[in-house]
């Protein structure tokens, strides 16, 4: 399996979703709710912590706190993608806050993929394995949770849990995404599921 710089690791660039009108069915797929966000990359390598926007651009200093706190969640030459999602006063996910988001404002870093494990290239690996590393190599926190992913026919009464959730706290959901747990690269689909996103 290929190696990833043993120094800096460079980024790399996202998987894009495609808008679907339906939700596939069976155990194959694993659905994940998707809060409106901005889509970025934490890495911990020889140069440090930072977290990259979806285009590659060092976002760092703008969240201080979640910097922070993925150093203490990675481990070195790891990388994770994931989506920055602020929080409005009332603890409700908020795109408008997300945008104007200053060094005080409450920012977290939901992770829903590894794409190096301690120096190791693991995007060829399945879904369901990366997931399962996840779990292991990544100690998570307030500030960098895990993305909750529902797999196969299970995904109906956690997904809509998630839903009522976010229907009752107005939260900023933006879309479900899916994504086949064999699957070598993570690749998704995305259905808009509320007006507010």
């Not at 996202?14 to 409106?36: A, I, N, Q, S």
């Not at 409005?88 to 200053?102: C, I, Y």
Request: proline share 5%.
């Amino acid at each position: 399996m290929p190696q990833a710089n043993k120094r800096t690791i460079q980024f790399i660039p996202p998987m894009e979703c495609l808008p679907v009108d339906h939700l596939p069915e069976g155990d194959e797929w694993v659905y994940e709710l998707k809060l409106d966000g901005y889509r970025s990359e934490g890495i911990r390598d020889t140069d440090g912590v930072r977290i990259l926007s979806r285009n590659g651009n060092d976002v760092s200093k703008k969240y201080p706190r979640v910097v922070a706190a993925l150093g203490s969640a990675l481990m070195k030459q790891t990388v994770v993608d994931g989506e920055l999602v602020a929080f409005d006063d009332g603890g409700r996910p908020s795109f408008n806050v997300m945008q104007n988001a200053g060094q005080g404002t409450h920012v977290v870093f939901f992770v829903f993929d590894i794409l190096v494990d301690r120096g190791r290239d693991v995007k060829a690996l399945p879904l369901s394995s990366r997931r399962s590393l996840l779990e292991t190599v990544v100690v998570f926190s307030d500030l960098v949770p895990e993305s909750g992913v529902a797999p196969g026919e299970r995904s109906g009464s956690r997904l809509g849990r998630n839903l009522s959730w976010a229907d009752s706290s107005s939260a900023a959901l933006e879309s479900i995404l899916w994504s086949s747990a064999s699957m070598k690269e993570r690749s998704c689909s995305t259905r808009r599921v509320s007006g507010r996103g």
